[in-house]
Structure formats: structure tokens, C-alpha cells
């Protein structure tokens, strides 16, 4: 069975129309849902526990407090290993990631061993996007390149697949960033792994419920751990040596 990791905050009112939005795309049948909620006081965990799927194909993992993106992901995806799933596929909560995408990601992970949802790759496109998120983001996107010399467009994207096996690599274990910048610091791992990661162009869309989790401290943790990463080698407890890709990829 594959896996859709979907962490949330106040995302109550937006929560049930993806997961049925999901549960209802035919070529996802060998999906289950992930919801990690960090006890948010809107209700969205009980949400959740409503779902006529729950406990079925979809599955609830409760955190005590808001303690940020990254720290979510990573207990889901300890979570993922834990319960043997394949594919592991992440996205947010909100709609901004179209749940009709998820499958041509999968198909991406024929080659590949990370496949990104992106915007800014030919065919990748944002809509009813203010142009103050556009820059912020195109300007966010052009540091974290220079700074890491990263092969990706989209390095921020929270859109994404990731082959069988090799999220233990990537993020389970040693990665550091609580908040937004988990999207880089995996990224970054990622390439430095020696990881094939390929971009998929993705339609992304305005949150239409709900309120945007991000905050200054969000993106100042972004600035500054970007710029300290730009002075080490390699992520803390990557070896110097990348893994051959022939190793990693089947053919
Ligand atoms: N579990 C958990 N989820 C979070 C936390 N912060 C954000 N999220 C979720 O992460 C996803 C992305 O957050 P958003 O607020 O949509 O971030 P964004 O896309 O940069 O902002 P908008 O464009 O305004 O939506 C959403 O599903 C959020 O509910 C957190 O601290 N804990
Ligand atoms: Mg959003």
C-alpha cells in the first residue's frame, strides 16, 4: 500500500473535501490518508475521526501542540515506515495541491527517486496568486539555488513523491528544520544523497479556506538555516560519498 501524508493546523474546514476529493481519483486505490494534526483547536483531528473511512483508508496521527511543519512530517513519515507503505507522497491540507496530480508524481518515480509537484517548471503554472506571494516565493526559490546550488526549480514545494526506502535517508534522521524550510532541507539532502529528483508540473492553487500558517519566525528560521547550510559541506550525517545511482534506481 502507498501513502498520502497530509499535516495540518486549523484546517478543519478544508480537511474532508480533499480527503474525498483523494478517496474518489480511481488510480489512487492503493492509497491510504495520513492526516498528522498538531491538536488543532478548530477540531480538525476530530474532523477526521468522523470520516466514514477512518481507521480504514484513513488514519489520524496526533501531536500534542503546534510544533511546526517539519516536526510533522517527520513523525508521519517515521509513521510510513513504521506501517510498511511504498510510495510515500506528501501535500498540504488547504487544495493548493491538486490530489489529480498525485498520480502522475507516482509515474515520475519510474526514473526517479523523488518526483516534485513544481511551479516553475514548462507547464507548472500558480493561480489567483497574489504578485507579492509570486515574488516571495520566485525570490525565496532563487536564494535557496544560489546558496545550494541546487538542480531544482521548485526547491519549496510541499508537493511531492518519494520512491520506496528512501525517505529514511532523506528525512526521517537528521534533519533539523521545523518549519517551512523542511521543504529545502530535504531537497538539499536529497541532491546530496545523490538522489535522482525529477519536476513535475504542477497547477497550483490559492488556499480557498482557512488561514495561511506562515509566519515571520517561519520565514526568518527559512533565511537563516539556509545561510548557515550554505557553509557546510554537506547535511549534517550525509557521507562524502553520494550513493551511485545505478545503486539506487531499478531498472
Ligand atoms: N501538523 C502541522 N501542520 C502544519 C503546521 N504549519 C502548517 N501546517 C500545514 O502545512 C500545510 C501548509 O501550510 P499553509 O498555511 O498552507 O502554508 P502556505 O501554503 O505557505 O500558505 P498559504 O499559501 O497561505 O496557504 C497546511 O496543510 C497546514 O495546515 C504545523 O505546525 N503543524
Ligand atoms: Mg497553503
New binding site residues.
Given amino acids: 500500500m502507498d501513502l498520502i501524508i497530509?499535516?495540518?493546523?486549523?484546517?478543519a474546514r478544508?480537511i474532508t473535501g480533499l480527503v474525498e476529493r483523494i478517496l474518489d481519483i480511481p488510480e489512487l486505490d492503493t492509497f491510504h490518508v495520513l492526516v498528522?494534526?498538531?491538536a488543532?483547536p478548530d477540531g480538525t483531528g476530530a474532523v477526521v475521526r468522523e470520516h466514514p473511512s477512518y481507521g480504514d483508508r484513513v488514519q489520524l496521527l496526533e501531536?500534542g501542540g503546534?510544533?511546526?511543519?517539519g516536526?510533522?512530517y517527520r513523525a508521519g513519515f517515521v509513521w510510513a515506515e513504521q506501517h510498511g507503505y511504498d510510495v510515500v507522497v506528501q501535500?498540504?491540507?488547504?487544495g493548493?495541491h491538486p490530489p489529480e496530480s498525485v498520480f502522475a508524481l507516482v509515474d515520475a518515480l519510474v526514473g526517479a527517486d523523488v518526483a516534485i509537484g513544481s511551479r516553475y517548471v514548462p507547464g507548472g503554472r500558480t493561480v489567483d496568486?497574489s504578485w507579492h506571494?509570486r515574488l516571495i516565493s520566485r525570490i525565496g526559490n532563487a536564494y535557496v539555488r544560489l546558496m545550494l546550488g541546487l538542480p531544482v526549480r521548485d526547491c519549496t514545494a510541499?508537493f511531492r513523491a518519494y520512491r520506496p526506502g528512501v525517505l529514511a535517508a532523506i528525512a526521517a534522521d537528521g534533519t533539523e528544520a521545523s518549519?517551512?524550510s523542511f521543504q529545502v532541507e530535504t531537497t538539499w539532502r536529497a541532491s546530496e544523497l545523490g538522489m535522482r529528483i525529477v519536476e513535475v508540473p504542477i497547477t497550483f492553487v490559492?488556499?480557498e479556506e482557512?488561514?495561511?500558517?506562515?509566519t515571520t519566525s517561519?520565514a526568518f528560521e527559512a533565511l537563516w538555516r539556509v545561510s548557515a547550510w550554505r557553509f557546510l559541506a554537506r547535511p549534517p550525517g550525509v557521507g562524502d560519498t553520494p550513493r551511485h545511482l545505478d545503486e539506487q534506481i531499478p531498472t
Avoid: C, H, N
Wanted: hydrophobic content about 35%.
Fill in positions: 497530509i499535516p495540518t493546523f486549523q484546517e478544508a498528522v494534526d498538531d488543532s501531536r503546534k510544533d511546526g511543519l516536526a510533522a501535500m498540504d491540507a488547504d493548493s496568486w506571494r510541499g518549519g517551512y490559492e488556499r482557512g488561514a495561511s500558517k506562515m517561519i
